[in-house]
């Protein structure tokens, strides 16, 4: 066993921020499991955020003056410009992102650039970054959601008066109008902006000043720092500001959350496309071939926005795995947090303008769509419906009507088609006026109430839905500090 021996500090590798106390140099598994992955270096605009913040309360503190604080910013200014640029990379000897921007700082400014780390820790520094990513992210996807939502709602604007069934089940229930089933999805989706403005905000709270875990002792003003950042504050505590993560798992709850919803529409999507529904039409640009079947036409975008939802509910039941049992401080496993939101921001990032290509340029077959409205007996409740308005008691109604539907099996028909003889031999207290219930249009205009299908609401449901999602968006303010 060999007695370790001392050496300058200066002999492990730029790019990796420590190494003094070890006698011996890391094994090459160690380094491979510990090099943060590769996707992690587009962190250096957000960690070139916080070392300029940084930088401030070091010269607040005195180790700084303001002309180095200067030179080291615009030296971080540069470094992100060319790294963003593809001109820098970071080597293997980078163990993250943090060693990669000292050593080139070091690089550029010697001595200067070795003075930034005082006072700061990898823990304050990535938890203060990932916070950063985390409220861009959550902005830009919004604005995808809301492109989606505008879509739906341009779309339900033209098809707010074209009768569709509506299923339960998947059975026919009643019928509806297609614009209806549209802004349903617009509803959903708009409550998945105002969650990503709740997760913009969860991250608003500054860490920075944390240091390792205990606090930086030479903070002067932290609440500066954090204003710099665009931050709201400061988190409450040193320990829970960079080791807690619950607001990246709002992030990937709110992610989950919109491909579920994009989801359920890609569903409805490819059902819609099928021959056996044929209601719209998809675009060249925007569906797929067969490299066998010739005649094949088919809606990949919704299949594959579908799938990935698989992909964004992983990355929040991850996150959630590694957090459960973690011991209430940093410890490496934490650095999973960022592999999970970037995959969930990244997959968003791709389906939503997909998705809303496709549904901009697909194409409403509304005769096919109005002829299904009444198959399967869809108008069987304005009969019941009828009935109870003459006094008949609901459950009795619901019998007659019932019974309306097995006499038309039975000979053949539709409920429209019923005439007056049919219908008094299947219960003489109906009339004339109860066939006239029996019309789509009749089943459409009857439910005006607020949320009901009528075309008369499409425009009081845009109204709603833009004004939520105005409001959402308003939301994304940055407001005045507080501690
Ligand atoms: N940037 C890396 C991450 O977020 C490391 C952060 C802290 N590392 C450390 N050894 N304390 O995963």
Not at 171 to 196: K, M, N, Y
Request: charged fraction near 25%.
């Amino acid at each position: 066993m060999s007695v370790p021996t001392t050496r300058p500090a200066s002999t492990h590798e730029p790019g990796k921020l420590w190494g003094g106390r070890f006698a011996r140099p890391s094994a090459t598994a160690l380094e491979d499991l510990s090099r943060s992955p590769a996707d992690n270096f587009r962190m250096v605009r957000y960690d070139a955020i916080g070392s300029k913040a940084h930088a401030g309360e070091l010269v607040r503190a005195g180790i700084l003056t303001e002309s180095e604080r200067t030179t080291i910013e615009s030296a971080l200014d540069d470094i992100v410009a060319r790294h963003e640029a593809g001109d820098l990379r970071q080597t293997s000897s980078d163990e993250d992102v943090h060693g990669y921007l000292e050593r080139l700082l070091v690089a550029e400014l010697g001595d200067l650039g070795g003075k930034l780390r005082a006072g700061r820790s990898r823990n304050d520094q990535t938890a203060n970054e990932l916070r950063l990513y985390l409220r861009d992210a959550s902005a830009q996807l919004a604005v995808e959601v809301v492109a989606l939502i505008e879509a739906l709602i341009r779309r339900a604007e033209e098809t707010g008066a074209v009768p569709a069934p509506g299923f339960t089940h998947l059975q026919p229930a009643q019928p509806i109008t297609f614009g209806h089933q549209l802004l349903a999805h617009a509803a959903a989706l708009s409550r998945d902006v105002e969650r990503l403005r709740h997760a913009w905000r969860s991250s608003a709270l500054s860490p920075l000043g944390g240091a390792a875990l205990a606090g930086n002792p030479l903070s002067r003003d932290p609440l500066e720092a954090a204003r710099e950042q665009g931050f709201e504050g400061l988190s409450v505590n040193s320990i829970d500001g960079v080791s807690s993560r619950d607001h990246v798992a709002d992030f990937l709850f709110a992610a989950a959350m919109t491909a579920t919803d994009v989801s359920r529409l890609a569903e409805e999507l490819c059902l819609w496309a099928s021959a056996q529904f044929g209601w719209i039409g998809l675009d060249d640009a925007w569906s797929t071939g067969s490299s066998i079947m010739p005649q094949k036409k088919n809606p990949d975008v919704a299949e594959l926005a579908r799938g990935k939802g698989a992909r964004l509910i992983a990355n929040l039941t991850g996150m959630l795995s590694v957090l459960k049992g973690l011991p209430f401080a940093y410890n490496r496993d934490l650095g999973e947090d960022k592999h999970f939101a970037f995959d969930s921001a990244d997959t968003l990032d791709l389906v939503l303008p997909a998705m809303t290509g496709m549904v901009e340029t697909l194409t409403v077959r509304a005769e096919t769509m109005a002829a299904q409205a009444t198959a399967g007996f869809t108008l069987a409740t304005e009969l019941a419906d009828w009935l109870a308005e003459q006094g008949v008691p609901f459950s009795e109604a619901h019998d007659v009507a019932g019974r309306a539907v097995q006499y038309c099996e039975h000979h053949g028909l539709v409920l429209e088609q019923l005439t007056l003889d049919d219908a008094i031999a299947i219960d003489e207290r109906l009339t004339q006026s109860a066939l006239e219930r029996l019309s789509v249009q009749s089943a459409l205009a009857r439910r005006s109430g607020p949320g009901g299908t009528a075309p008369a609401n499409v425009a009081a449901q845009v109204e709603r839905i833009r004004r939520s999602v105005a409001e959402s968006l308003n939301g994304f303010v940055r407001l005045e500090p507080t501690a």
